[in-house]
């Protein structure tokens, strides 16, 4: 069974600081890996995607994949209280839909 | 341009009720998903079509669940008779070109039972 691990939180970092949000999967044939956020009470809308090995930057948003140790990461620059959300992992091997990890809910301080 | 719209957003229904939730993807994506988000559990794939067809329904946890796609355009997913567990928000979402695109989300039918 494909599964997709995540800490659940809560991730507290002060205003200004580097938010590093991590995620673990199980299935090693996994090709496609995905961020997504999540207000309370809103739908997930995705932030990042990656398909290869290394970092991919967007803004403040940097996503890190290490297919050998089956690691993805994101990074949050200058995090912002804004940024105070659920961050869900999702991987997706060849022909299957996304797997969703349960979420790291993080708390940006002011 | 219009995105996933799903109707109601907010249910409250009492124990042994049929519920009928309703969903219209993002016109001209041939994908779409339903999926439920608990706290427990947190979001699970019930079920998904390609092209109207249902491609895996697998995560449908019992028979009280159907879902259909009678076209292009909408989709229902169906609970009778509806039990307490099955609280949650359910979401559904659409996207193009296969598995590998963004998925887009609806804003969720939030489901309480009574």
């Known amino acids: 069974q494909k599964e997709v691990e995540q800490n659940s939180g809560p991730l507290s970092v002060p205003e200004g600081a580097i938010a590093s949000l991590n995620c673990t999967y199980s299935d090693r044939g996994s090709q496609s890996f995905f961020w997504y956020r999540q207000y309370s009470g809103k739908s997930p809308e995705l932030i990042m995607s990656?398909?290869?090995?290394g970092d991919k930057e967007d803004g403040r948003f940097t996503a890190q994949l290490n297919k050998a140790s089956q690691y993805v990461s994101l990074l949050i620059r200058d995090s912002q209280p804004s940024d105070s959300a659920t961050y869900l992992c999702a991987v997706k091997g060849g022909n299957t839909p996304l797997v969703f990890g349960k979420g790291t809910r993080l708390s940006v301080i002011a | 341009d219009a995105g996933v719209i799903q109707s109601p957003r907010h249910e409250v229904t009492e124990m042994g009720q049929e519920v009928t939730l309703r969903c219209k993807p993002i016109s001209g994506h041939d994908y779409l998903f339903w999926y439920r988000q608990t706290m427990m559990r947190g979001l699970e794939l019930l079920i998904y079509?390609?092209?109207?067809?249902?491609?895996?329904d697998s995560g449908m946890p019992e028979d009280r669940f159907s879902a259909k796609m009678p076209n292009a355009s909408f989709s229902t997913l169906k609970i009778q008779p509806s039990e307490p567990r099955d609280s949650a928000v359910y979401f559904c979402?659409?996207?193009?070109?296969?598995?590998?695109?963004?998925?887009?989300f609806g804003e969720g039918s939030w489901l309480t039972v009574v």
């Open positions: 990656i398909y290869s090995n």
């Open positions: 079509f390609n092209n109207n067809v249902p491609i895996d």
């Open positions: 979402a659409s996207s193009f070109y296969g598995l590998g695109n963004t998925i887009y």
